[in-house]
Nanobody
Framework: KERLEESGGGSVQVGGSLRLSCSTS????????MGWFRQAPGKEREGVAI???????????DYADAVKDRFTIYQENGKNTLDLQMNSLKPEETAMYFC???????????????????WGQGTQVTVSS
């Protein structure tokens, strides 16, 4: 059974950094789309960073405009984790951060939360000024 579990959240001051990690299990396919989403209080869940592969050797990455050049999504070699390095954090990025995955290629819908069948429970990130 597919399972995702986030860790690494916490409190940080403005401009600080955090690294989130998502432990993955039960995914036995080289074709996938996985990513990080966040949901701030009173707001809709939104996509942050996506990593996907169509089964070939090339892995692709995509980021929301708001986090480009500050956030990096990656997977360490040999590990079943999906990490998100977040730098220069802002107070408005205080949110619950979720890891999500699907076995389907989504094309232009890769930031659409309805396309993801598998979700973790989330990890809280708080950025204080």
């Amino acid at each position: 059974k597919e399972r995702l579990e986030e860790s690494g959240g916490g409190s940080v001051q403005v401009g600080g950094s955090l690294r989130l990690s998502c432990s993955t299990s039960g995914f036995f396919t080289s074709r996938y789309c996985m990513g990080w989403f966040r949901q701030a209080p009173g707001k809709e869940r939104e996509g942050v960073a996506i990593m996907y592969s169509g089964g070939a050797t090339t892995t692709h990455y995509d980021y929301a405009d708001a986090v480009k050049d500050r956030f990096t999504i990656y997977q360490e070699n040999g590990k079943n984790t999906l990490d998100l390095q977040m730098n220069s954090l802002k107070p408005e990025e205080t949110a619950m951060y979720f890891c999500a995955a699907t076995e389907y290629m989504l094309g232009s819908r890769q930031f659409d939360i309805d396309e993801y069948a598998h979700w973790g429970q989330g990890t809280q990130v708080t950025v204080s000024s």
